[in-house]
Every structure is written in C-alpha cells, then in structure tokens.
C-alpha cells in the first residue's frame, strides 16, 4: 500500500503528487518547473495544499476509498486527475484546505 501518487498534470513541465499525512490527512503537491516559471518567478516553484482530516469527503467519495491509500487515491483521481483540479473538487466539497507557495522550490 504507497502513501503517495503521482498525478498526471495537463500542462507541460509541471509535475503533481498526492500524498496522506503521517496524521491522516491529504497533501498535494504541484511542482512547476516549467518555462512560464522560468520566466515570471527566475526558477521553479511549488505549491503545496493541505487538508488536516479527510472527514468530510468521506460522504462524497465511494465506499471503496476507505480500504486503502490506493483505494482512496483512486476514488480521488477519478474526481480529478490532476492537483489543481483536485484541490478545486476538495474546495467545493467543503474541505479546509490550506495553501502554501513556495516561490523558491
């Protein structure tokens, strides 16, 4: 069972990554290496999102997702397969989900 999954992002030079917490919560990450960065910030960036407890997405996610980290990743990358659509899903869905920009990364 992996505690983390890469997702697949729609734009070039850009890699997304979803990962539980070591207390159970979700952490996406979206790592733009990209030459828009290149251009606008000198050098790559990251953004990193967090959400503490999974509790209210329990009721919009299958059954299944509470088997397993894999489980839970799938149920979650078939709502979105990529970060920034996922962190908007988990937004609609009333989860706190907090943001961290990493202009340095």
């Given amino acids: 069972m992996s505690a ?3 997702l697949r992002e729609p734009l070039q030079g850009q890699t997304g990554w979803l990962r539980l917490t070591p207390l159970g919560g979700l952490e996406i990450e979206l790592y733009d290496y990209s030459s828009d960065a290149e251009s606008w910030f ?17 009721e ?9 980290s894999e489980a839970l990743f799938d149920a979650l990358t078939e709502v979105a397969p990529d970060a920034r ?8 869905k009333g989860a ?9 990364a």
């Fill in 4 to 6: 983390e999954r890469k």
């Fill in 42 to 58: 000198g050098h790559d960036v990251a953004w990193v999102w967090t959400v503490e407890t999974l509790e209210k997405l329990w």
């Fill in 60 to 68: 919009h996610l299958p059954e299944r997702a509470r088997y397993s």
């Fill in 85 to 92: 659509g996922l962190v908007r899903w988990l937004r609609e």
């Fill in 96 to 104: 706190p989900v907090a943001e961290k920009f990493d202009s340095w």
